[in-house]
């Protein structure tokens, strides 16, 4: 195992063949070389392949569709059945990991109620669909088990990783996603390459406090969400700006919304500076240095 990601134990669980990588995916987009952009050590393993075309495969889809139904329910930000049909399963991929049914702990048994028609149970999902732009995919969707369980059960970095893989196997060069101000997932997006602010302020969207992200992904990005080392390439290619975002005040976004729609930007978060502080801080936004 690469020794960055030793803090990950369960990932002996994959070198036992107890936990693999799944690839949930028609055939007809099947990716052509998986792996090849991204030069990573990471994911040596065989996925299990998964058809969602395929009768065989829909107790697995089952699942699927309970992790994400009952992680986001609460939150009123599950996805109906048939968005996730056709605007996930059609046009994009869906990958993540899955543990052996039989081989689920308790924690896991009661939350995912194991179906036991299907060998396996996926325990992390990433919804990742192409747009128009070659090689350009938007992160529809994340989440992992872990968010469902007690500290003590959680499975370390689940959620970062599952995200990873799904861009390394898509050999994704730009991800864009969503995710509103204040939530704890943005210190986790932030980690896959340097974070450009697309929208600041979204009322297009059921949440207006929306951050629109575009990230380059870049691989030596990512061992500094288990060092938490600074940045330092970061802070070597931009500066701050003198502007702060506060997740709490809804004018700070919609004043750096017009900012960007005015051409003032690109703008950028720091990966190093969303990390040390809290949810609630304002944040420093930055821009390329000029030289």
């Given at each position: 195992m690469n020794p960055i990601l030793q803090k990950a134990k369960w990932l002996s669980l994959v070198d036992s063949g107890d936990i693999r990588p799944y690839v949930y995916m028609r055939a007809a987009n099947r990716i052509s070389n998986p792996g090849v952009r991204h030069h990573v050590d990471w994911f040596p393993w065989e996925p299990l392949i998964l058809d969602p075309l395929?009768?065989?495969?829909?107790?697995?889809?089952?699942?699927?569709?309970h992790l994400e139904n009952t992680?986001?329910?609460?939150?009123?930000?599950?996805?109906?059945?048939?968005?996730?049909?056709d605007c996930a399963v059609i046009p994009g991929l869906i990958s993540g990991f899955a543990m052996k049914t039989e081989k689920l702990p308790p924690s896991l048994r009661k939350v995912m109620t194991a179906d036991f028609h299907h060998e396996w149970t996926p325990i992390s999902l990433f919804i990742v669909i192409?747009?128009?732009?070659?090689?350009?995919?938007?992160?529809?969707?994340?989440?992992a088990i872990n968010s469902l369980?007690?500290?003590?059960?959680?499975?370390?970095?689940?959620?970062?990783?599952?995200?990873?893989?799904?861009?390394?196997?898509?050999?994704?060069e730009t991800c864009c996603g969503m995710t509103q101000w204040g939530n704890t997932a943005l210190k986790?997006?932030?980690?896959?390459?340097?974070?450009?602010?697309?929208?600041?302020?979204?009322?297009?969207?059921?949440?207006?406090?929306?951050?629109?992200y575009r990230s380059e992904v870049d691989v030596e990005s990512w061992e500094l969400f288990f060092s938490r080392e600074e940045d330092l390439r970061f802070l070597e290619r931009h500066e701050p700006t003198g502007l702060m975002i506060d997740p709490q005040v809804e004018h700070s976004m919609i004043d750096l919304h017009i900012r960007i729609q005015n051409g003032e930007g690109p703008f950028y978060l720091g990966a190093s500076d969303i990390a040390?502080?809290?949810?609630?801080?304002p944040l420093i936004v930055y821009r390329q240095k000029r030289f």
């Open positions: 395929d009768l065989r495969d829909v107790n697995f889809a089952e699942r699927i569709y992680a986001f329910g609460p939150a009123a930000m599950a996805i109906p059945r048939w968005v996730f049909y192409p747009t128009m732009k070659k090689g350009e995919w938007v992160a529809h969707n994340l989440c369980l007690p500290e003590a059960d959680r499975l370390y970095a689940l959620g970062f990783l599952t995200k990873a893989y799904g861009l390394w196997y898509s050999n994704a986790l997006h932030s980690h896959y390459g340097y974070l450009q602010i697309l929208t600041a302020y979204t009322p297009v969207h059921s949440h207006a406090r929306t951050i629109t040390t502080k809290k949810l609630t801080d």
